[in-house]
């Protein structure tokens, strides 16, 4: 017996594999021609990953960039409450829960951020992107207060929103406004810090600017009124570092500039941003205090502002400032070659140890070479003498300061 074959090579093997692959898609093309085109989409989409005017999940879904105490999480899906972590992602229909101390900072894939502070209950009601398109985002607040601030949108048209009962505020871009929403009195509130705002309930609709509320009542028409304004912060700067050898024993002084009709401030400090862990909360009659007794580390602190109506403005914006221990061991390496005037901006070069923090003037140096030296413009000064403070610390607890007088002609 005779055996004889034929050797047949694997690019033989791909050739026919595809010849009937074509054979077999072309006759679905004829007979189902609607499945074979939403195949076709399906598998593009994956390869090519989305249609061209969507964005990615990842840039649709708003996420958690803060969170502090209790804060959970029931997906529009779900019946259980989770627990809220930075992983979480938020899509529309999801709700968010604050405990007595808890707070959470979201943000949106358009950079508006929400603020939801402690014993509050919100809904996600909207999360519309695209690229090249007008976004639109929402939150509904069942109860408690919320804090928005939004960015300068990429899209005309985008809108950010914030509900509460039967009514909807449209935020303008670059505004910030606290919302507020009290079931048990069925009264809502929704206070403009900066920018502007529409609000409008059935067949009412008002506009807010800086420094307005609108308050809302069951019953009742909104009722619109001014508010105070909140201090402007003056000291300590914003980032400021404040190095001293006993932290604890250190007075810290806060300063603020003055408020028309008010009578009294209230300064509070705390660890996080959202002030869930409050520090030192101090009342006074001035623009000024001082305040001891805080550990080494990071702070914020914020100052509001009431008169003689007890009524109390929001809180300003927090500055950040850390107090830290000075340096006992090794000394720090920080020299200043040279300055040099711009107009009205001075240009600063020196030389310092590499991977170590520098602070000039209340501004952080961002670049520093790896051989130490480092070159920066302050902002604009006023006409007059100035004394420029820098502050450094090394990655060894070491610590070195250094000032430099300026004349800035009129």
Known sequence: MEVYWTPITYKTVAIYSILIAVIVLAGLYLVVPDWYSKVLKTVSNSVGGGEGDTVSANQTQAKFVNLDGKVQVKKFNAVTWVQA???????????????????????????????????????????????????????????????????????????????????????????????????????????????????????????????????????????????????????????????????????????????????????????????????????????????????????????SATNAKKESSEASDPWKFTLAAQGKTGEMLLQIDGTQLHGRVVEIVGRTEPGAALIISGQPVPNIGQDGIFRHFTEQLDPGQHTIVIIGQNRRGGTARQEVSIMVPK
């Open 85 to 303: 972590d930075y992983r979480t992602s938020l899509d529309k229909g999801d709700q968010i829960q604050t405990g007595s101390e808890g707070a959470a900072r979201i943000t949106f894939a358009d950079g508006t951020t929400y603020t939801v502070k402690s014993d509050a209950l919100v809904t996600v009601e909207e999360n519309s992107m695209g690229s090249n398109r007008p976004t639109s985002v929402a939150v509904r607040i069942e109860t408690g207060s919320v804090d928005l601030n939004t960015p300068t949108w990429a899209s005309p048209g985008s809108k950010a929103a914030v509900s509460v009962e039967t009514a909807t505020a449209q935020i303008h871009q670059n505004s910030r406004a606290t919302v507020k929403n009290d079931p048990q009195s069925n009264t809502s509130e929704i206070v403009v810090v900066n920018g502007g705002a529409d609000v409008k309930r059935g067949g009412e609709q008002i506009a807010l600017n800086q420094h307005e509320r609108a308050t809302m009542q069951t019953g009742t028409p909104i009722q619109k009124s001014n508010v105070l304004a909140p201090p402007d912060l003056v000291a300590p700067l914003n980032l400021a570092p404040l190095i001293t050898e006993y932290p604890r024993n250190y007075n810290v002084r806060f300063e603020w500039k003055p408020v028309q009709e008010a009578i009294s401030y209230t300064l509070r400090v705390s660890t996080t941003t959202s002030f869930a862990k409050m520090v030192k909360e101090v009342k006074v009659s001035g623009t000024a205090a001082e305040v001891s007794g805080f550990d080494p580390g990071d702070y914020f602190w914020s100052v």
